[in-house]
């Protein structure tokens, strides 16, 4: 169990930097599409830390992993991200 933990932690922690380096991206360049990848990459790293909270009290990884507030916030997640692609595409086809 204790290697669930560790695995949803890495991947935690790598979206929590991914949406650092994309904020970083977004300071330098104020572009709206590292925005959203920085607000993306935040949402699925706390949608990593509800699976660990879920599994912490003893639901078990994989329930935890099936329940609806999972699944929302990656769906606002990839919303998000599908946002900003086409949000991108609209600006580099109107210049």
């Known amino acids: 169990m204790n290697h669930i933990f560790f695995l949803y932690g890495i991947a935690m922690t790598t979206f929590a930097f991914s949406s ?3 904020l970083k991206f977004w300071n330098a360049s104020r572009d709206s599409f590292f925005l959203y990848f920085c607000i993306a990459c935040a949402l699925l790293a706390f949608e990593r830390v509800v699976i660990l909270l879920g599994t912490y009290q ?3 990884p994989h ?3 099936v329940s609806i507030w999972v ?3 990656r769906l606002l997640a990839f919303s998000v991200i599908l946002t900003a692609v086409v949000t991108k595409n ?3 086809n109107r210049s």
């Open 20 to 22: 650092i380096f994309f």
């Open 58 to 60: 003893h639901v078990g």
């Open 63 to 65: 329930q935890a992993e």
């Open 90 to 92: 609209r600006s580099s």
């Open 71 to 73: 699944y929302m916030i």
